[in-house]
């Protein structure tokens, strides 16, 4: 692992309250993604996979234990600092879209931007200019609701894109399409992630996809395992066990 990774968790520990009982997720796990890295993240339904990448989002926080990009802790910034930071540093792809049907491609994208108090002209060449990209650029004035499922999802890529993030975290971003759309989706994610010099953790249920990516992990039993690409199978030499001592 390089010295100063892109983005690390240490001894992360997220438990629920279920009525009288504690719900342990995971238990100090530790996790280090270098910097230009595709990682994926694969495991049964339940596992963990998508807290956990809430909680590399910021969107929510651990129970216990730090989450590192570079040298700033997540962890230790107030909820205004942590919604700024993720607005600049993190793009977010989700499995459901949460396009506004209403609003057009173009307004989709522009959002982020608008957020963080970008002038409305920039916002929206920087917004078509994301949009040309993922191949869209002549369906920005068409409301989000008209696009088909590929469509949407390319206008959440460059939703995600628009505001020049350093990470992408993406959580089975093609979950609710077809197989040859969602084989497209990959395809263009995997290019804009070196297109951007992007670092990028994704969850998905496809070893297919998955083995395309530089790493896989798999989550299972709370702990995190090393997964070989070119099988999807965990190698037990490579487990990082789930209180960080191994």
């Known amino acids: 692992m390089p010295p100063n990774p892109a983005l690390r968790a240490e001894k ?5 309250r279920s ?11 530790d996790l ?6 595709m990682l994926a993240l694969v495991g049964e339904s339940g596992a963990g996979k ?10 929510d926080r651990p129970t216990s234990g730090t989450i590192y990009y570079g040298s700033i802790d997540i962890s230790r910034l107030a909820d205004a600092e942590l919604a700024n930071f993720r607005n600049r540093e993190i793009g977010f792809v989700w499995q459901i879209h949460y396009l506004l049907p209403e609003f057009t491609a173009l307004e989709n994208v522009m959002m982020p931007l608008l957020i963080r108090g970008v002038p409305h002209g920039k916002a929206a060449s920087d917004s078509l200019a994301r949009l040309d990209e993922v191949g869209l650029h002549a369906r920005a004035t068409h409301r989000a609701g008209e696009l088909s499922g590929g ?13 020049e993030p350093s990470v992408l975290l993406a959580d089975e971003p093609t979950g ?12 263009l994610l995997a290019r804009l992630h070196r297109s951007h010099t992007l670092t990028s953790v994704l969850v998905t249920h496809n070893l297919a996809f998955a083995r395309k990516c530089d790493r896989i992990l798999m989550m299972e039993g709370g702990a995190l395992l090393a997964a070989n690409p070119g099988t999807g199978t965990g190698t037990g030499p490579d487990i990082v066990h789930p209180r960080g001592d191994g």
């Open 50 to 59: 998508s807290t956990l990448l809430h909680l590399l989002g910021g969107l």
């Open 176 to 187: 609710n399409l077809d197989f040859r759309t969602g084989e497209m989706i990959f395809d």
């Open 151 to 163: 469509e949407q999802q390319r206008i959440v890529l460059a939703r995600a894109l628009v505001g």
């Open 12 to 16: 992360l520990t997220k438990i629920y």
């Open 32 to 37: 280090q993604v270098h910097r230009g890295e």
């Open 19 to 29: 009525g009288d009982a504690d719900l342990v997720i995971f238990d100090s796990i």
